[in-house]
Structure formats: C-alpha cells, structure tokens
C-alpha cells in the first residue's frame, strides 16, 4: 500500500506562498537579548530552553525559526512548531509571518495530529477517521448509567476528566483501578474499580456510535505512525525541524507522538518553565522538562532569566514565593520601577469584593483602562461577589478569557449569520452597523443581561463582535460586510481573539498565558489556596505554582487578599501558607487573634514537628506538620489502610471518607499506634470509630513489617 503526504502550505495561514525572507540574517538576531539570541543561534538540536515568565519565550522561537530559514539552515515548510491551545499557535503564525516566515506549521498538538489522522486513515483502513463527538459528557452519561452511578453533573463531568487523564497517561481501563491509588486519583468518593469499569464501558458506547473523543486525535495519529511504517516514512520526510513550546504540559501520550513524529531526529528545541507546571491533574508531566538534558546527551541548556513584562516589585514577590520550593529559574526584572503589592484582609468575601472593586476605580481614575485589569481567583464559584460587586458600580467586565473564542457556540452563529447576510442582504450602511442588526436578530441588546451565567457570557461574546465591527467600519467606513465577514474569518483561522471589553474574571488555570497592567488575586487563604483537595506534598507544590502564576500575570500593579470568613461569621480562616515571609506577622494574623481564651492552647497555636511553623488546617493538624513537608510514615502501611478502608467501605456501600479520611489515616501511619489509648489520641478516631475500627487498625499496624511507634500524638 502506498502512502503519500502532500507538501500543502499552513491553510490557515493567510499570505504569500512564497516565504519573504529578510536580507540580512543579522537584522533578526539584532532585535534580541543576549540568552534569546543563543536560542536563536543554536539551531542544532537538542535544545532545550528554560524561560521564566515574561522573558520572551515565543519572541525566542519565533526568531530561531526565522533565523534557521533565513540562513538556509531550515527549509519553512520542514518545521513543525507545537503548543498546546489554539490561541497560543496563532500567535506564533502571527509573529513567524511578521517576520517573513509563512510556510512553517504552527499547530496544537491535537490540530497536528487531527490533520494527519484524517489524511491517512482512509489509507490505512479503507474507510474515514470516525468523527470526533460533538459531546463527551452525553457518552460518560451513558457509561455512568450503564454501571449504575448517578447522572449527577459533578460526577459526569469529575468521570469525563478522569477518562482524559487515563488516557494522555497510558493507563488502559482494565489497569485503572491497580493504578489509581499510587496516582492519588480519586473521584467522587467511587472506588477505583466503579470507575475503572465506567471507562470501559465509555469505550464501549463510543464505538457503539461510532465516534472518537478528543485525546483519540492523538491516538489514532499514534497508531498510524508505530503501525504502518509508509505513513511514518512520510511524515518524517516532511517534518525535520520540531519546536515545542510550553514543554512543561506536555504529557506520556503527547510525548509518545512527538518521538514518533521525529523517529530518532535529533533537531528538537523544547521551551518551558517548571515553576509553571500547573495541569499535573491532567497528565501533565514537568520531568519531561527537567530530565531533557538526560535523555539527550549532549543538548543544549540554555535560559532566559530578563523578564520585560513585571516591575521589580511584581519581580521581587514571584521569585520569594517560589524561591527553595521545586525547580524554576530567578527572573530579573528589566522594567522601571512601580508600586510594591499591595496585600489586604477582610472579614468577609463580601467586603473583599468591595475593597477590590475600590482598588479598580481608583486605578482607572489614574489612567488604567479597565480592559488592563483582571480579578483571579482559584475557583468560579469565588467570582459572584466580585460581579456584583462590579454590576453595582456600573464597571463593565468580562467572565472568561479569550481562549477558544471562536469555538464558542454563539461566536459561530454569529459568524454564520453574518456570511448569509453579506451574500443577501447588504444594504450599503456601515459594515459595523449591519453587524449589529444581525446581531440583533440573534438576540443580543447594547445593553447587558441581568444577573450571571451563561445569558451573560453569550452576551459578552456577541458584545466582543459587535466592537470588532465597530473598529473595522471606523477603520473601512467604504467597505462591504462582506470585507468585514472576511476579516472575521481569517480572525478566527488564526484564533485571534477580541480584546475583552471590560475587567477580566478568570481563574487562576485560565490566566496562564495571558497578562495585565493591574492583576487582583483573591482567596488567598487556607482552604483555597492550597485548594482544600490538595492533600499530597506535589498537589501542594502545584498549587504554590498556580499562585506564582497568577503573580506573575501583572505587569505593573498586583493586590493580594483574602477574607477571614466567607460571610462574616462562622469559623475563620487564615491567609495562606504561601504568604509566610511575604506579609508581616499582625497582619496576618488579625483577625484571628483574641478568638483564644487566655491560658488555653488554640489549635492555630500548633506548630509544624518538621519545619516549626504554625499548623493552619485541620488536616495539618492530624498529621501535626504540614502537607508539602517530609512525611514520616510508611507509604506501604498508608496503603494498606487505605485498601482496609475501602473494603470496610464497600461492605455498607458508603463513600470510603465515611471510615477514616485520608488525613486520619496518614496520622496513624505516622504514629503507628500499638494501643487502644495511642489510636484514641489521634484526631479523627473518635470513640465510636476506635470501638468499632479500633482492633482492625492495630491488628493491621501491628502485623506491618517496619512499623514502631512514634510515641502517640501527645
């Protein structure tokens, strides 16, 4: 059989056929720092660059890739540059054309594969890729029901990223439940093996009705390349140059296909940054990053530490968060100077809004557009407050970011709606005010919705439109709507999305990638960050990574707050471990002092047996040191217990919690208990518990090779 790839041109890529290289070679290393120009210097893989936040990681790549052609050294067409969003391969198109370079396919992972998989697979199997399905949840639906499990949104949705997960990490249904444990994952209170059975039966109805899923793109592509040799051949021939960016996400099953993408080659340039390593939840893998050097013998380390986005302030309190805490480089700030961060407590979410809100007007009453402004936080059931908050102070703002904003539903109604009416019905107005009677048609008002959700961020979406319009009439007040359909359209081939028209609400994950002048993170407490389902060491350290991330997205002027309660009473709680050393003492702890009796010991007093410090959670508490400090207990014995815990759990069908938690059961693995009145004293075995679980637990402890005792919790 026979299998060709034709040599085709980035379709979605408007311009030249013919790459419009600048004469002097030296003009494009002219426009770059000293460590950007090794970048773009060393075009002999394997490269590997380690590029902090703000140091021009793409201005780096794109000038490598430019350099390389302009030298002769790369052949445009030869060069395959991975990312992981739709946003982010746009703007390499849109930077690699500026400088004269418009044959390199600059692709996500998934767009890189989707389009080999469709050409090839009829090549292969006589037959077309099988098409990719509109929704995901509907089949998880089918398998939850199918086993018997709830159709609860929480669960479907908890199910559908664990499936995603197994699957960019190599793990098939059949091994999930031996491998969940030892990954920490867990969903919903289920036991491995209730999910473990939901992901085969997921398979099952996918093939039933004939479609694939999203992490399929990269296995069919996979497939085509280990099974039949002519394909690989083909894609080798034609790709020779790979460039990576933001390596730090890259996966098992993304990795599995870019060595099967190169076959051996060695002319790779990865770029990352491990302090940003936030998707671990969903396979994500940094030691790919920080081994590379190991894996490829004799590559190329080089990295870039300038960072052109922050003041020093901003500078100064990203690298103290980070600093002695995992692998990332010291950036150092070439900005002029600006405000330190400012750093607030409040006695409820309701007053941090408010005082959030307050801090907003008053930079945009010195100049500060509010489109330059983002409120973060860690999850979106933080941001209610906030909006209203905003609403009542008539300042506009946008929930969710750019990313995928052409792939929103209304977007493409909106689009479609749009082609028809050039081919029909232009009556010669302005193309802006066309636009906005066909956005009319569709429902949309100047004004926005009352109230949230999803009414509201449809709205925002055709209000991002509308204004394109507008800004494209005020430039081209003669041109057709049909010019005007075709500027959108070649926007939404190179993803490039519309500017949000307001303050921007976002999660912490969301803003990745993105940066402001005036960054406000909040929630910046106990419980919230670090998330309260970060139980391990690692999913600590990643979310200390999430907040060095939201940091590190302001350019010039960064508040940081958190609220002592959620509503003004109930129990209260302290700023987040990650402040510690950044903020003064009575500071943080105000608010919380004068809640203990005089001459009683509050558990807030507890100290950390490892480090010293103060123990704020209660989960801490039980372990009596915190969460990302050195455990002192068996791993083995942890997992016996929690096997025992599962059984006890399965015999009455309750969640596994309902025994022990997990934190309980890793105090007792610490404390390795060898009587009735050791296993009482550790927090979470009450006397019920000790009475009905008590001779099982240190029978186990008792029977556990290794196991001593630590001398109790006292």
């Not at 002048?517 to 139980?535: K, N, Q, R």
């Amino acid at each position: 059989m026979a299998f060709t790839l034709e040599a085709r041109s980035d379709t979605s890529a408007p311009g030249p056929t013919v790459d419009a290289v600048p004469a002097d070679p030296a003009a494009i290393l002219d426009a770059l720092d000293p460590e950007q120009r090794a970048v773009a210097e060393a075009l002999e893989g394997p490269v590997v660059v380690l590029a902090g936040a703000g140091t021009g990681k793409t201005r780096a790549m794109t000038h490598r890739i430019a350099y390389g052609v302009a030298t002769g050294a790369f052949d445009p067409a030869g060069v395959l540059a991975l990312t992981f969003t739709t946003r982010a391969a746009g703007e390499l198109r849109a930077r690699l054309r500026a400088l004269g370079v418009h044959r390199v396919q600059a692709r996500t992972f998934h767009s890189a594969a989707l389009r080999q998989a469709q050409y090839f697979w009829p090549q292969a199997h006589g037959q077309p890729l099988p098409p990719v399905a509109d929704s995901v949840i509907a089949l998880v639906a089918e398998a939850a029901r199918r086993e018997g499990l709830p159709a609860e949104t929480a669960l479907l949705r908890d199910l559908a990223q664990e499936i995603s997960w197994a699957k960019v990490s190599n793990v098939a249904p059949a091994d999930y439940a031996a491998v969940a444990p030892g990954r920490n994952r867990a969903v919903g209170g289920r036991t491995p093996e209730q999910v473990g059975r939901v992901l085969a039966r997921y398979e099952q109805v996918k093939l039933a009705r004939g479609v694939v899923d999203f992490d399929d793109i990269l296995l069919c592509a996979a497939a085509l390349l280990a099974d039949f040799p002519e394909v690989a051949g083909e894609v080798r021939r034609q790709y020779r140059t790979f460039v990576v960016d933001e390596y730090q996400d890259v996966s098992p099953l993304q990795q599995a296909l870019l060595d099967l993408w190169r076959g051996g080659r060695q002319d790779l340039c990865v770029v990352g940054d491990p302090a940003q390593t936030i998707h671990s939840f969903a396979g994500a893998q940094a030691s790919y990053l920080t081994t590379f050097a190991d894996r490829h013998p004799g590559a190329r380390v080089i990295e870039l530490v300038r960072d052109y986005r922050s003041t020093p302030q901003v500078v100064a309190l990203a690298n103290a968060v980070l600093r002695g805490h995992g692998p990332g480089v010291e950036l150092r700030a070439m900005r002029p100077a600006g405000p330190e961060p400012v750093f607030a407590q409040a006695a409820s979410e309701p007053e941090d809004a408010a005082a959030i809100v307050g801090w907003l007007r008053g930079l945009h009453a010195a100049g500060v557009p509010y489109e330059e402004m983002a409120v973060l936080y860690r999850i979106h059931a933080m941001s209610p407050h906030v909006e209203s908050a905003l609403a009542q102070a008539g300042i506009p703002y946008v929930t969710r970011g750019s990313e995928g904003f052409f792939d929103r539903a209304e977007v493409r109604t909106a689009l479609r709606a749009l082609a028809a009416a050039a081919r029909t019905t232009d009556t010669g107005e302005p193309a802006g005010q066309q636009f906005r009677a066909v956005l009319a048609g569709l429902g949309w008002t100047p004004e926005p919705p009352d109230g949230q959700g999803l009414i509201r961020e449809r709205w925002e979406s055709w209000a991002a439109l509308a204004a394109l319009g507008d800004a494209f009439a005020a430039a081209s007040p003669e041109a057709p709507l049909q010019a005007l359909a075709e500027e959108l359209e070649a926007r939404r081939q190179t993803q490039h999305a519309p500017q949000g028209q307001g303050v921007t609400l976002a999660t912490l994950h969301a803003a990745k990638g993105l940066e402001w002048d005036a960054v406000a993170i909040m929630g910046v407490h106990e419980g919230s960050l670090p998330f309260v389902l970060a139980t391990t060491p690692e999913q600590v350290a990643e979310e200390r990574r999430l907040f060095y991330v939201g940091v590190t997205r302001a350019r010039e002027h960064l508040r940081i707050s958190w609220s002592t309660t959620r509503n003004g009473g109930g129990p209260r709680r302290p700023p987040s471990r990650f402040l510690d050393g950044l903020v003064r003492s009575p500071q943080r702890t105000r608010g919380v002092a004068g809640t203990q009796r005089a001459g009683k010991t509050s558990a807030l007093s507890q100290r950390c047996r490892v480090c010293g410090r103060g123990l704020t959670s209660g989960r801490e508490r039980k372990l009596r040191r915190h969460l990302d400090c050195p455990a002192g207990y068996d791993e083995g014995l942890f997992e016996a217990l929690r096997a025992w815990r599962r059984s006890e759990a399965d015999a009455v069908g309750a969640p596994a919690f309902v025994v022990f938690t997990d934190a309980t059961l890793m105090a007792i693995a610490e404390a390795a208990p060898t009587s009735p009145a050791e296993l009482a004293g550790i927090p979470g075995v009450g006397p019920a518990k000790l009475d009905r679980y008590g001779e099982a637990v240190l029978s186990l402890v008792a029977g556990w090779p290794g196991a001593t005792s630590s001398g109790g919790t006292g």
